[in-house]
């Protein structure tokens, strides 16, 4: 890292790919590799948007850099998982709502070739179709060939396809309060 930054002295950025392990074995597929995170930044030349999955806004140039870091999101266990993911889904309906009453979005950026920008279209896409946790399955288990990492692979989409239900759920919760409907 120090030789990519001293021989790039105009980059402010840099994003790495990341490699999601579940039951001992990497998750390929499912949609999520590769992405590249940001990790290694001028914190005066960043900001971030959204409560939760921050979004970096970058003022500059950005690098990758070509190694990857080893991901264990499950290194604590399930429960802390579920745990971390019911906080995390209560902020993505607050998000999600605040979207949809933002209106629309470009279907063209589903192009760019900036991998982030398509991400960040597709979810918002996604805020506005029906059965959104099933299409979520769907989508990284056959489309994305979730089904080439076996069992570890089917069972990581199902934990997605609950943290998704969970968004779901709770922004009908926050809808019904709004309106003063019972839960």
């Not at 995170?37 to 979004?55: G, H, M, Q, S, T």
């Not at 990857?68 to 802390?80: I, P, Q, R, W």
């Not at 506005?128 to 990581?156: A, K, S």
Request: overall charge positive.
């Amino acid at each position: 890292m120090q030789a990519v930054v001293r021989s790039q002295a105009d980059v402010v950025a840099y994003r790495v790919r990341y490699r999601n392990y579940f039951m001992g074995r990497w998750i390929r597929h499912c949609g999520i590799y590769p992405v590249w995170i940001l990790r290694l930044f001028k914190p005066d030349k960043v900001r971030w948007e959204r409560l939760v999955n921050l979004v970096p806004v970058v003022e500059g140039e950005e690098g990758r850099l070509q190694e990857h870091f080893e991901h264990y999101s499950f290194s604590k266990g399930l429960n802390a998982w579920f745990e971390k993911h019911n906080r995390y889904s209560w902020q993505e309906a607050e998000e999600s709502l605040k979207s949809l009453a933002k209106g629309g979005f470009t279907l063209g950026a589903l192009s760019s070739r900036e991998p982030a920008v398509r991400r960040r279209t597709l979810r918002e896409l996604s805020f506005r179709l029906p059965f959104r946790p099933v299409q979520r399955f769907f989508y990284m288990y056959f489309l994305r060939l979730g089904f080439l990492d076996g069992l570890p692979g089917y069972h990581y989409c199902r934990l997605l396809t609950i943290y998704e239900y969970m968004i779901v759920m709770k922004m009908e919760e926050i809808r019904r309060r709004k309106s003063g409907l019972p839960l």
